[in-house]
């Protein structure tokens, strides 16, 4: 609060008493002239009865000092005590609170990291299935060409032989037909291995 | 007709001497001590369960520690704790006081000017010597506004002395004052009830008319009874942080 703040409150409070005081002194004054008029015996307020104050204020230091001691010593430490325990429960209930709410959310990072590695997981095995059916693919179709590549060869051989059989025969029948055909225009006869390599000559002159 | 003031009268029902002072045991001191005996047994039995989630009556006794140490707290701060236990017991003592003043054939103690004007003094007494015996002679310029003009010092220290000295004169008389309008208006419209009843006749049914503003009154001095207690309370919780942390 603000000094000036502060004196303006506290002198008009200090203004609003004095209005007050001034107000009962006169109410006070007021009743008990009107008491005395009326003739009252007890002659105006009782509480202005000066005889009464010894025995109001002993017993008003008395009960008081007793409500003090009561208060003190049993009623406030009794309702601070119930006031502090809930404060402490509470308190306790709203860590536990977080830290049950801390527990929830690591479980779920926990359980979403699991969820992001099942799927690398996953796609791993899908890749390397890719991989190991391509690979056998590709070796079977190797061995599948190989086997091919062996056939056709030992084919490309028996047809090569079977050529070079045939030649032979053909050189052979070229020699014998060549010697027929001498020995028809000529009457000569012509040796078989003389034939054979005029024949070849002649087969490589023309090849 | 009886006064409407005769109410107050103090009756002894116990005649006791001491060192020559009469110290009988009187209506008032009587309900000076079920004041006590009332709020402590209430307090005690209300919070007898200690119950995490408080019933009726222990929240009623819990509302009445937490206003009070709630109050001592914003006006005076963490420095007013030692003073819980005199504020609150303070507060109780006048709002049982008040209250069981309300009930009829019962006696206010707190309408006796005596009784209201020794509570302020103590209290006046007791800050006075708080604030001395925390600043010593610096109590002194709790008289001097801070940041008043020079001419004006000397005036305002004459204002500020005479405030005061008016505080216990004030707090005790402001409680003093409206137990005595409240509970004299309660007689005065009574009164006037039975006067209207016996005058009989076609009159009598009017008695209706005071008998409800007496209702309506009592309802309102029910209001009056906690609204002065709590003045009581907060005025001294500034008293008191007046004396401890000066301005």
Known sequence: MKPTAWTESRQLKTCFSSITAAGLVMTMTQSVMAASEKGEESGGLPQ??????????????VSFALAYLLMWRIVVPRIGSVLEERHNRIEDDLRRARQASDDAEQAREAFEKMLADARNDG????????????????????????????????????????????????????????????????????????????????????? | ????????????????????????????????????????????????????????????????????????????????????????????????????????????????????????????????LIAIFKHGFHFLTFFVPPGAPKVLIPFLIVIEVVSYFVRPV?????????????????KVFAGLAVMITGAGGVYAPGAILPFLALVGLTGLEVLVAALQAYVFTILTCMYLNDAIHLH
């Open chain 1, 48 to 61: 202005l009865d000066f005889s009464t104050w010894p025995t109001q204020i002993f017993w008003l230091v």
């Open chain 1, 123 to 207: 796609n791993e095995m899908t890749r390397q299935a890719a991989e190991s059916i391509m690979s056998k693919m590709e070796r079977k179709v190797a061995t599948a060409n190989a086997a091919l590549a062996k056939k056709m060869s030992e084919a490309e051989a028996e047809i090569a032989k079977a050529r070079a059989d045939a030649l032979k025969e053909v050189s052979d029948i070229a020699s014998t037909s060549a010697m027929d055909v001498v020995a028809q225009l000529t009457g000569m006869k012509v040796g078989k291995t003389d034939a054979k390599r005029l024949v070849k000559q002649a087969e490589k002159a023309t090849s």
């Open chain 2, 1 to 128: 007709m009886h006064s409407p003031v005769e109410q107050f009268t103090i009756k002894a029902l116990l005649h006791l001497e001491l060192f020559g002072y009469d110290i009988s045991f009187s209506n008032s001191a009587l309900f000076m001590i079920l004041a006590v005996l009332v709020s402590t047994i209430f307090l005690t039995f209300a919070m007898r369960g200690r119950q995490m989630v408080p019933g009726r009556m222990q929240a009623s006794a819990e509302m009445m520690y937490e206003f009070i140490s709630d109050m001592v707290s914003s006006n005076v701060g963490n420095a007013g704790r030692p003073y819980f236990p005199f504020v609150f017991t303070l507060f109780v003592f006048l709002l049982f006081g008040n209250m069981l003043g309300l009930i009829p054939y019962s006696y206010t103690f707190t309408s006796q000017i005596v009784v209201t004007f020794v509570l302020a003094a103590f209290i006046f007494v007791g800050v006075t």
């Open chain 2, 170 to 186: 004030s707090l005790s008389v402001r409680l003093f004052a409206n137990m005595l309008a409240g509970h004299t208006m309660l």
